[in-house]
């Protein structure tokens, strides 16, 4: 058994019970129960508050984990980080009040900044030559300015829309998080094996989220040109139509390609395209 530490409620939660699924766990993600055991592959899975996930991964009492970059290297854990999963992404970033002037971190030598993440903060400020105080706060941190707290402020930003609402403007960014698979230092045979299988069911369906399945028919003068556009997995498969001339195309194409490529197609005469979701894709 794979025991995976998982977030029970909040911001990871939702998609890292949506990948594991996607992986082929069958497991109740409803109602109160904190341990689920799962079907489909042999796993347990803990809910738990995000920022213990890694001492128990560290310890040992959980083999694998999800857990935000941020959260982790706060704790400073010893555990591998085994995959990035690229959900959740957000950064973490030092932010003042808008109408405070800035020209570069010096500035903040001898300001008061307040923070859920005071390590990796002096981590930073040590590494630039900056001598702040930092004020360690759990939540809520935004407002510290706006209330005579602090001067400044380090927390995590993803639209920015809580800055904007809070009169603070950001001016450095000092870490680029996202959810991350971690894993116990010393897993035994049995469970690393576990770990490999899951990592390559998490690849797969990484891979199925980025690709289209494209489907087309093509003039058969144009095939040429419309095989260099779609090269697929291996090469597009190419199917005869009845009518003469024509022939059906069939291949994989990258999510960020994916408009170009379809203008490309229109422009050589392709016709009733069918593009379609792919579920897994196994290389
Ligand atoms: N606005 C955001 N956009 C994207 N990701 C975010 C955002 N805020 C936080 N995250 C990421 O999601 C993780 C979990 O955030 P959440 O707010 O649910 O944590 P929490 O309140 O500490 O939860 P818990 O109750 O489990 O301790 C964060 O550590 C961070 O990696
Ligand atoms: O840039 P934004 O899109 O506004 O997101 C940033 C906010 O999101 C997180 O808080 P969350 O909403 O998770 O609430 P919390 O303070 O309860 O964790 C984070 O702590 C910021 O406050
Ligand atoms: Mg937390």
């Known amino acids: 058994m794979l025991n995976i530490a998982i977030q029970k409620s909040g911001r990871m939660s939702q998609d890292s019970i949506d990948l594991l699924k996607r992986c082929g766990l069958r497991f109740s993600s409803s109602g109160r129960g904190l341990i689920a055991q799962s079907s489909g592959f042999p796993a347990n899975i803990y809910y738990l508050r995000d920022d213990d996930i890694p001492d128990y991964v560290e310890d040992g009492i959980a083999d694998v984990g999800i857990v935000g970059l941020n959260v982790l290297l706060e704790g400073q854990n010893e ?3 085994s995959k990035k999963l690229g959900f959740s992404r957000c950064r973490l970033s030092i932010a003042i009040p808008r109408e405070m002037d800035y020209q570069n971190i010096q500035d903040l030598d001898g300001k008061e900044i307040a923070t859920s993440y005071p390590v990796i903060l002096k981590n930073y400020l040590d590494e630039q030559n900056v001598s702040a105080r930092i004020h360690t706060i759990s939540g809520s941190v935004e407002i510290a300015p706006g209330i005579g707290l602090t001067d400044g402020i380090c927390d995590i930003v993803s639209t920015g829309s809580t800055l904007l609402s809070n009169g603070l403007k950001e001016v450095e960014n ?3 998080s996202e959810a991350v698979m971690i894993s116990h230092n010393n897993l035994d045979a049995t469970k690393q094996d576990l770990l490999d299988k899951l990592i ?9 989220i980025k690709s289209k399945y494209i489907l087309l028919n093509a003039p058969n003068d144009k095939l040429d040109k419309i095989i260099d556009l779609l090269p697929g997995m291996k090469s597009p498969s190419i199917l005869p139509l009845a009518e003469d001339g024509w022939s059906s195309v069939h291949s994989v194409v990258h999510e960020e390609d994916f408009w170009e490529v379809i203008d490309q197609l229109k422009e050589y005469g392709a016709e009733s395209l069918l593009v379609v979701p792919i579920e897994k894709m196994i290389l």
């Open 174 to 176: 000092i870490l680029n």
């Open 79 to 81: 555990v591998t980080i």
């Open 200 to 208: 390559f069911r998490i690849k797969s369906v990484q891979k199925a």
